[in-house]
């Protein structure tokens, strides 16, 4: 318990965190591109093309596991919001920091992929189902955080800002999902959604858990490598900073 | 315990008569808007009825979010915003007694002119009531949200882009379920289910609202 405490505390040093994380990038992104591989060629190659669909349901394998990692970076950074506002850990809001674009772009590329995988199965780019609504309002949501830390010069501020930001809009992801779920039956649109098919055949499965285990994986490399980039940035006064960038 | 809600209350709605042509603005936006919408439209008496309480709502919505703009700016820059937040008693009560003098000069006013307003855009007449309806159960919801983007940005000079984006992701719920419930009157079926979303959005950022803006105006005083 007391050695668990000890790394806490330690986590919450960006000069730990920056000297204990190298090493920690380079694995996650290791592992995270044996994965995106495996998983690639076995979705892109192997998995039988589908009965209805063709080949072009296989850009699933971008589109599932890439809106999966938006919506989980976005509670991981309401996660660290309620962090940063409990105990006012420093090492939370560089998260915040580092994680909203990450977030953002993960949110566009589910979008762009449910645009391209839209037009051949649905017949049209974009519908404003529950589902598509709702990532482009945690597309928006991500750009908020991005853009209030800009607006505010005060660090302190503007962590905290940022943070009580995150936690109020997780707090309406659920609202906004169950609202459009609820409006587009209003006005249904005719869309073959893949709810009603039966459960995913298992070859076309693996490869799918394969590349999500990669995303995340690969995207928590990413962050982590924002991470410590935004820790130099801002410990750039510091004595063991300039001791780095001088070279040791 | 209710001392701090009636101080604000009093003080805010007093503010907002005395600086009569600033309190007018978002109703003069809300007319002009819509007037906007009718020329782009066109008066076509197909089109105009049907997308009638959809742009009274969105109307709405955007004069709402303006004006939230400056809801906190005042205070902050003369120091009375300090002086509450300093204030022993609740601070809940306080934001909230702020919050309900602006509806009432902001939200309320454009829920009582929807009518008009509805009859100006060739709206149909089933839908009057549900609209005034919704606009009074839906705007109190947008002060409130409105008021965590206002309470977030409060002194930082940045103008009304910064707080729609921050506010408008938030807005949606309301703006489907307000606009949802004139479709359905409008479609001839009942409109209680959106009703019922919408009591629950009230209830629901009456009781969450505050807090965050009390957060919000907290951090705004942090270095």
Not at chain 2, 155 to 160: E, N, T
């Given at each position: 318990m007391g050695a668990i405490k000890d790394v806490f505390h330690r986590m919450g040093s960006p000069r730990f965190f920056y000297q204990g994380s190298s090493l920690w990038v380079r694995g996650l992104y290791i592992g995270g591109s044996l994965g995106l591989i495996v998983g690639s060629f076995w979705g892109l190659v192997l998995a039988p093309p589908d009965k209805y669909q063709g080949d072009s349901f296989r850009i699933m394998y971008m589109h599932v596991p890439s809106a999966h990692l938006a919506e989980m970076v976005y509670f991981a950074c309401a996660v660290a919001g309620f962090v940063y506002v409990v105990w006012r850990m420093k090492m939370a809001d560089v998260f915040i920091a580092a994680a909203a674009p990450v977030g953002a772009v993960l949110t566009m590329l589910a979008l762009a992929s449910g645009i391209l995988w839209g037009?051949?199965?649905?017949?049209?780019?974009?519908?404003?189902?529950m589902r598509t609504t709702s990532v482009l309002v945690l597309l928006f949501l991500f750009f908020g955080l991005i853009a209030l830390r800009q607006a505010i010069p005060r660090p302190g501020r503007a962590a905290y800002s940022v943070a009580i930001l995150a936690l109020v809009g997780v707090i309406n992801i659920p609202i906004i999902k169950y609202s459009v779920d609820w409006f587009a039956?209003?006005?249904?649109?005719?869309s073959i959604t893949f709810?009603?098919?039966?459960?995913?055949?298992t070859s076309m499965l693996w490869p799918l858990l394969f590349n999500a285990i990669g995303f995340y994986i690969f995207v928590a490399g990413v962050i982590l490598a924002a991470m410590r980039v935004e820790v130099l940035k801002r410990e750039w006064a510091t004595e063991w900073v300039r001791a780095f960038t001088r070279g040791k | 315990m209710m001392g701090n809600f009636g101080v604000q209350f009093r003080r805010d709605l007093l503010v907002a008569i005395r600086a009569r042509t600033e309190t007018a603005n978002p109703i003069a936006f809300f007319v002009l808007a819509l007037s906007l919408f009718v020329f782009a439209v066109g008066t076509d008496s197909e089109t105009l009825p049907r997308v009638a309480p959809g742009v009274v709502w969105v109307v709405a919505l955007f004069a709402a979010m303006l004006s939230t703009e400056n809801l906190f700016q005042r205070d902050h820059d003369d120091g009375s915003l300090e002086l509450m937040l300093l204030d022993s008693r609740p601070l809940f009560l306080g934001v909230l007694g702020k919050l309900l003098a602006h509806w009432s000069v902001s939200g309320l006013p454009v829920a009582i002119l929807s009518p008009l307003a509805a009859v100006f855009i060739n709206a149909?007449?089933?839908i009057i009531a549900i609209l005034v309806g919704t606009l009074l159960l839906g705007t109190p919801v947008l002060t409130l949200i409105g008021g965590i983007g206002a309470a977030l940005t409060a002194?930082?000079?940045?103008?009304?882009l910064l707080l729609a984006v921050l506010v408008m992701p938030l807005y949606i719920p309301v703006l489907i379920f307000g606009s949802g419930a004139c479709y359905r009157v409008l479609d001839g079926a009942t409109a209680t289910a959106p009703v019922l979303w919408l009591i629950v959005l009230l209830a629901g950022s009456i009781t969450l609202a505050p807090f965050a803006i009390g957060a919000a105006l907290r951090g705004s005083q942090e270095y």
């Open positions: 037009m051949p199965t649905w017949g049209t780019g974009w519908v404003w189902d039956t209003l006005h249904q649109p005719a709810v009603d098919e039966p459960a995913i055949e | 149909p007449f089933e002194g930082l000079g940045r103008g009304g």
